[in-house]
């Protein structure tokens, strides 16, 4: 079962540059996510969509866009990429709340 | 809203001990905790779960303890193996909103 997918797995841009990190889940589930993962903190919740046709701020949007495209894909959009977005993009999907997040393997991301 | 921190950064065991990992969180109305594991170059891994009306879960090798009355949860591990070396994630969800607050993670090292 491929669970959670992400692409690409890894990119590199250049400051102002734009580009869009696709997700797709294939279990069916309702609720999907995209969180930030920087070096010695945790994932930081950027967006996140509880069902299809809706999308809700999370910790940290600013500099993002998403698209909740269908109920299998959730993308995440950066329309003028910064040096301060260069992290680890995770994107996860759940049943519903209060339910366990299944991860994808992440996009390593590196704006110079 | 709610924020979820860790004890310690790294934690260093003996292999065959067990490992205690805490996380606090910050809102009483959060009803819902995951403990994740994370590996290097790899997406968090569901380890367990617990709600609020819960004090205890136990599942393979681990635990997860729930004091609600100082906002503190743990991980137990028992017998703790090499393959258990990674990095472990408690994350938080406050009811009615379905996004999980992650903290900053433990680096749990095995040694032999």
């Known amino acids: 079962n491929a669970g959670v997918t992400q692409t690409p797995k890894f990119q590199v841009l250049k400051t102002g540059q734009s580009m869009t990190l696709q997700c797709a889940q294939d279990?069916?589930?309702?609720?999907m996510y995209w969180y930030r993962q920087d070096p010695g903190m945790g994932l930081r919740l950027i967006y996140y969509?509880?069902?299809?046709?809706?999308?809700d701020k999370g910790e940290v949007p600013n500099g993002y866009n998403v698209s909740r495209l269908n109920k299998r894909e959730f993308s995440l959009r950066l329309e003028s990429a910064a040096p301060s977005q260069t992290s680890v993009y995770f994107c996860a999907s759940s049943p519903e709340g209060g339910a366990e997040a299944f991860f994808g393997q992440g996009t390593r991301l590196t704006v110079v | 809203g709610e924020s979820v921190g860790l004890h310690l950064p790294t934690l260093s065991v003996q292999e065959g001990d067990n490992s205690i990992i805490n996380c606090a969180y910050s809102?009483?109305?959060?009803?819902?905790f995951i403990w994740y594991k994370q590996e290097s170059g790899k997406g968090p891994q569901f380890i367990i779960d617990i709600r609020s009306n819960m004090d205890k879960r136990q599942g393979q090798r681990v635990t997860v303890l729930l004091n609600k009355t100082v906002k503190h949860l743990s991980l137990q591990i028992a017998a703790t193996q090499p393959g258990d070396s990674a990095v472990y994630f408690c994350a938080a969800q406050l009811h009615g909103y379905n996004k999980l607050i992650f903290g900053a993670g433990t680096r749990l090292a095995v040694h032999p």
């Open positions: 279990m069916n589930h309702n609720s």
């Open positions: 809102n009483s109305a959060s009803d819902y």
């Open positions: 969509s509880a069902s299809e046709g809706t999308t």
